[in-house]
């Protein structure tokens, strides 16, 4: 069973000297790369003067979260890939644990350990927590984190079949990874695992999340939140993730629905006086007509994929959150 651990950097000098050596220590399983995104600082010395045993691929330009891992995987030949962000510390036999849980489950293509946060290690971290999903107008959520809401690990959650793996620490088999197309490279950044995660479960696969493994996150070492950059992504990439993955007879309703919950944020936003994120939605709402329009961005609709209905959660994470004033996803009843 081989596995590559692949950490895509750009510019994370300081997170790599701080972090490798744990991720080394950890992981005598796996080989481990990491994939420089085009550096400017001294991440690529950094690792040739002191992390020999980890291997270089280089990309002479940024080319996203997404567009970095494929042309980075592509160059690797191993049966799972793991793909890590630069700010995670994992715990004791986080991959051992993983490569068990994925040889007693074949149907599973995806899976993530249970993300805490690096700051707070006794509570999950916002960027998948204990395995996400999204609500019928495409909100994302997670087992241990509704919108801002963060839980305390208390072991309330066991390992189990979700809807999405968070990309900060994510595992895969690498054929099914090529099966359904790999990340989308458009997405550039957010949402793109939601993506690949919904198209695995469209190709009949399922997706995880492990609680026997556990990493620590330091979370927003790219873009931090209430970024206007990461507004627009947010939004431009989850209305194509609709696009793209529901069912024909449902997309029409959905995306009017939610552009109308788009524009509520807009009003949010305008009350505290927050231009520069109602920029951001106008264009992110521009970009994804777009895309729509874009001829070369039909194939990634990928039809064939569809072996299986996916089916995430019906209600609306919005009301249940601002109106029911539901915190815990437990209080959900899912």
Known sequence: MSVAIVILNYNGSAFLSKFLPKVISTSPE?????????????????????FPQVKLILSTENLGYAGGYNHALKQIHAEYYVLMNSDIEPKEHWL????????????VAAAQPFILSYQEPTKFEYAGAAGGYWDRYGYAFCRGRIFDSIETQTNQFESAIVNWATGACLMVRS???????????????????IDLCWRMQRAGYEVAAVATSEVLHVGGGTLAQGN????YLNFRNNLILLY?????????GILFSRMLLDGLAGVQFLAKGELKQ?????????DFYGYVF???NKQNLAPALDKKIVTSYAGSIVWDYFVRKIKRYADLGI
Request: proline share 4%; no cysteine; aromatic share 10%.
């Open 175 to 193: 054929h099914v990874y090529w099966e359904v197309g790999g990340l989308d490279a458009y997405f550039f950044a957010h949402m793109e695992e």
């Open 30 to 50: 796996g080989d481990i790369y990491v994939a420089d995104n085009g550096s400017t600082d001294d991440s690529i010395a950094l690792i040739t003067a002191q």
């Open 244 to 252: 793209k993955n529901l069912p024909v007879q449902k997309r029409t």
């Open 278 to 286: 109602i920029v951001a939605i106008l264009k992110a709402h521009r």
């Open 294 to 296: 874009l001829e070369n």
């Open 96 to 107: 051992s644990n993983l490569m068990t849980y994925f040889k007693a489950n074949p149907q």
């Open 228 to 231: 206007p950059k990461k507004t």
